[in-house]
């Protein structure tokens, strides 16, 4: 059997924090707040995970409450929700996203996410999508004041 999740994340775009998208630090004058290290990609993609599993969200399992979870690299977050697939039989077989940013440029720190994304979710990098676009300047990503990111995954479970 298949199963598709949806994920959807935005964290706002402050000046004096690191900005970390797909498990990779991207050189510029802002960063994402948030209690983990604010990678909305990331956010995206487990949400998209636990949603085909029908597992809640990265909210309930990781919870901003915890300390323990404050500064998190958001790519073990995601290890760890692969690891919750494997328990459950699934596989994943694709995953597809969009990362919505004014700026900076997202289009050549794309090769360096797959790279990173890849490995911990078990899949080649023809099995990945990270496609980036701006928001034409509207609303509150166009005036650069968030990022937002949408992921899409097809699991492959057993019958
Ligand atoms: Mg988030």
Same mark, same amino acid.
């Not at 990779?24 to 990609?41: E, K, M, Q, R, Y």
């Not at 993609?45 to 636990?50: E, M, R, S, W």
């Given at each position: ?29 802002? !960063?994402?707040? /948030?209690?983990?290290?604010? $990678?909305?990609?990331? @956010? ?6 636990? %949603?085909? *599993? #029908?597992? !809640?969200?990265? /909210?309930?399992?990781?919870? $901003?409450?915890?300390? @323990? ?6 790519? %073990?977050? *995601? #290890? ?80």
């Amino acid at each position: 059997m298949h199963k598709i999740g949806f994920g959807y994340d935005i964290h706002r775009l402050e000046t004096g924090h690191r900005l970390v998208l797909g498990g990779v630090d991207i050189p510029f004058s802002a !960063g994402l707040t /948030g209690h983990s290290d604010g $990678d909305a990609l990331a @956010h995206a993609v487990i949400d998209a995970l636990l %949603g085909a *599993l #029908g597992e !809640g969200d990265i /909210g309930s399992r990781f919870p $901003d409450t915890d300390p @323990h979870w404050k500064g998190a690299r958001s790519a %073990g977050l *995601l #290890g760890d929700v692969v690891g919750l697939l494997r328990d459950r039989g699934a596989e994943i077989v694709n995953v597809d996203s969009v990362i919505v940013a004014e700026e900076p440029k997202m289009g050549p720190h794309i090769p360096a996410m797959k790279a990173v994304l890849c490995p911990v979710l078990g899949i080649p990098a023809t099995s990945l999508g990270i496609k980036a676009k701006t928001n034409e300047g509207l609303g509150p990503v166009g005036e650069k004041r968030a990022i937002a990111c949408y992921a899409l995954v097809l699991l492959r479970l057993p019958d």
